[in-house]
């Protein structure tokens, strides 16, 4: 079955750290580009962070640029993002997506995993 | 950054109804822009990229178009399994950004 699974979610108190994972299963995890998009309680989809499939290149959102990395282990079909200095406007849920293209990559998102929560409290 | 602004923000429709949602962009994106269907509680679902593509899997009552920086999804008859919140999303040019989102909901 094709699919996404986050992990790693939880409380953290403002200024801590976290590492979300996500395994990927059912296709060629090493071909497509991968993002991560959150969306804080209530709100709309606001897009994190994506790692190319090929050329090893991250991209971040403003928010998030300094304090958040996406890294990739393609022999274990994993995704991460390190958390960093987190702050109460980081909490929501995080959700993995992978990339319509193989290659270079759309930038679209065609398989989403179910997400975690990340709450930033004290 | 390119901002995306969609409207209505929420639409109330019968059964049937013909709906039309629109994302308008901030500058030119080309045809990079996806449109996205989240149900409460669930992951976006990939509806529409490229403008006007369809996704594998997607009703065939869900259709996109273009005219120069305004994006519309259409849903022709709408159905009680339509029921969610829709997002536009464009891929033109890092940061990646998303609409506001339109909430669609039965009359």
């Known amino acids: 079955e094709v699919q996404l699974l986050e992990s790693g979610g939880g409380l953290v108190q403002p200024g801590g750290s976290l590492r979300l994972s996500c395994e990927g299963s059912g296709f060629t995890f090493s071909n497509y580009a991968m993002g991560w998009v959150r969306q804080a309680p209530g709100k709309g989809l606001e897009w994190v962070s994506v790692f190319s499939g090929s050329g090893g290149r991250t991209y971040y959102a403003d928010s998030v640029q300094g304090r958040f990395i996406i890294s990739r282990d393609d022999s274990k079909n994993m995704l991460y993002l390190q958390l960093s200095s987190l702050k109460a406007e980081d909490t929501g849920v995080y959700y993995c997506a992978k990339d319509l293209d193989r290659g270079l990559g759309s930038y679209f998102f065609d398989l989403w995993g179910r997400g975690t929560l990340v709450t930033v409290s004290s | 950054d390119i901002q995306l602004t969609q409207s209505p923000s929420s639409v109330s429709a019968s059964l049937g109804d013909r709906v039309t949602i629109t994302c308008r962009a901030s500058?030119?994106?080309?045809?990079?822009l996806a449109w996205y269907q989240q149900k409460p509680g669930k992951a976006p679902r990939l509806l529409i990229y490229?403008?006007?593509t369809l996704q594998g899997g997607v009703p065939s009552r869900f259709s996109g178009s273009k005219s120069g920086t305004d994006f519309t999804l259409t849903i022709s008859s709408l159905q009680p399994e339509d029921v969610a919140t829709y997002y536009c999303?464009?891929?033109?040019?890092?940061?990646?950004?998303f609409g506001g989102g339109t909430k669609v909901e039965i009359k």
């Open positions: 500058q030119g994106i080309s045809t990079w």
């Open positions: 999303q464009q891929a033109n040019r890092f940061p990646l950004t």
């Open positions: 490229t403008a006007s």
